[in-house]
């Protein structure tokens, strides 16, 4: 059952310009996560929110979560090639574990 | 980078061969995880540890067992390997359950012929 969404699946995009990626899902969520995965490394946090309408910034990375907690969002401002990655949402149902996105590929391109 | 190895680091193998993977922790934290990662289907969950000894399944457990007798090892084991067990394993631990960061290992390349 894969319960967290994420879209697009690939975004390939010019150093400089802004995008979003999602994660949606029809669940509930007491808190989401998250993490950037570079090739051949495993996954690496970012951030965590845990309030329904909660926005966190790191750095260039604006995340926000859901007023109902089902979904949330991750923007980049002005991407750069360094934030080339895999990202992906992970989701906290209240048992001890995570479901984890499908992933967003993202290219920047110098 | 929190003390996580994984151990073998690519792994070709034969259907219907036994295969154990180690992930080694020098954190001393409470949870382990093993995780296997697919194009198209993010991270899945095979089974996880809250303790030595306490093992619960995840999302994908069906023909995966695992073992924790040492706080710092968890084996992640696939009895007769299938092709479709063909992944990449990744083990990730943490120190208070899901609503704690998970801190991921290297991973391993398991090919499953």
């Known amino acids: 059952t894969q319960l967290l969404e994420q879209s697009p699946q690939f975004l390939s995009i010019q150093e400089g310009e802004n995008l979003t990626v999602y994660c949606n899902s029809s669940s509930v969520f007491s808190s989401l996560q998250w993490y950037r995965q570079e090739p051949g490394e495993g996954p690496v946090l970012l951030v965590t929110?845990?309030?329904?309408?909660e926005v966190k910034k790191l750095k260039r990375l604006t995340f926000q979560f859901g007023d109902a907690r089902k979904d949330s969002s991750l923007h980049i401002t002005a991407a750069q090639p360094g934030d080339t990655g895999l990202y992906l949402c992970?989701?906290?149902?209240?048992?001890?574990?995570?479901?984890f996105g499908t992933g967003t590929r993202l290219t920047v391109i110098p | 980078d929190a003390g996580i190895t994984q151990s073998p680091r690519h792994k070709v193998t034969e259907t219907g061969t036994p295969v154990t993977l180690r992930c080694h922790q020098t954190e001393n934290h409470r949870y382990m995880y093993w995780y296997r990662q697919d194009p198209g289907h993010g991270l899945r969950l095979i089974h996880y540890s809250y303790g030595v000894k306490d093992t619960d399944k995840g999302e994908v457990s069906d023909g995966y067992s695992v073992s924790r007798s040492k706080t710092e090892d968890f084996l992640l084991t696939l009895e007769s390997a299938t092709s479709s067990q063909t992944s990449v394993y990744f083990c990730?631990?943490?120190?208070?359950?899901?609503?704690?960061?998970?801190?991921f290992g290297p991973g391993t390349r398991l090919t499953v012929l």
């Open positions: 929110v845990v309030t329904g309408g």
């Open positions: 992970a989701g906290d149902t209240g048992a001890n574990n995570l479901f």
């Open positions: 990730a631990i943490g120190e208070a359950g899901s609503t704690d960061t998970q801190y």
